[in-house]
């Protein structure tokens, strides 16, 4: 993906998350409706100036935005998941999107992504929630997400490109500030939206929250999901902190240990 490419995605999201028409936009930022319009569809890229404007103006941080082609707000943000259209699909039980980012880059790697856009757009979702981190999505979509991963991609690329993204996410994220494993661990559990991971002795447990009910269908996806994301921490503890001989083991169906 071309730069302009990936920065009209943060133009759209920015502007549709603020609740802003594109006149609106456009007067925020000084410029005009055409302007904005350009942005928005790649046929125009902002200059240096523009780009500072634009990330001031909405609290966002410049260089990391701009590098991840993701907002990045300098203070978190509260999204209440209804600022973008997500067709059928309800907000009772949810996840963030940073919960399916090793799904995303998966899709990416492969260059599946224009397919799955085109399904999200034929239920009528909005591709853009892909670019906020934070924002609010559905439970459902975690799981079609991960049916849409699993028709299409053996369970062998699949453990490889989550793996490979979720250590790269957290050697950027946090490896410079973390001198431990367990501070790493620590970091694990605050992100989690269904998981309880607590340090044992050596071993780590990861546990599905118990308070949280879900129907079979629901449970079936986090079957897949918990399977995969437990492994890849695993293996991000293993290449953070050269640790050797870190295991992980079945407990049950929503349950995994991590030996170290």
Not at 189 to 217: A, H, M, N, W
């Amino acid at each position: 993906m071309d730069t302009r490419a990936k920065l009209s995605g943060i133009f759209r999201a920015a502007r549709k998350t603020s609740g802003m028409n594109q006149k609106e936009f456009a007067q925020a930022l000084g410029i005009t409706q055409g302007t904005v319009s350009k942005l928005e569809n790649a046929s125009l890229g902002p200059d240096a100036v523009l780009w500072y404007q634009f990330c001031m103006s909405f609290d966002l941080h410049p260089d990391l935005t701009y590098k991840t082609g993701k907002l990045f707000f300098n203070e978190p943000k509260e999204f209440s998941g209804e600022e973008l259209k997500m067709g059928r699909l309800n907000l009772d039980r949810f996840v963030t999107v940073k919960d399916i980012l090793p799904l995303l880059n998966t899709i990416e790697k492969y260059d599946l992504m224009e397919t799955y856009e085109e399904e999200l757009s034929l239920r009528r979702i909005d591709r853009d929630f892909i670019l906020i981190p934070d924002y609010k999505i559905p439970f459902e979509l975690l799981r079609n997400t991960i049916d849409f991963v699993n028709s299409n991609l053996t369970k062998k690329e699949l453990m490889n490109s989550s793996v490979k993204f979720f250590i790269e996410e957290m050697a950027e994220t946090i490896y410079a500030q973390s001198s431990s494993h367990k501070e790493f661990m620590s970091y694990i559990s605050e992100q989690e939206t269904f998981f309880d991971i607590k340090q044992v002795g050596k071993r780590f447990e990861v546990t599905l929250i118990p308070s949280l009910k879900f129907s079979l269908e629901e449970r079936e996806a986090l079957k897949t999901y918990i399977n995969y994301k437990t492994k890849a921490i695993g293996q991000a503890l293993s290449k953070l902190f050269s640790m050797k001989g870190v295991k992980v083991t079945k407990v049950d169906e929503f349950n995994y240990a991590i030996n170290v």
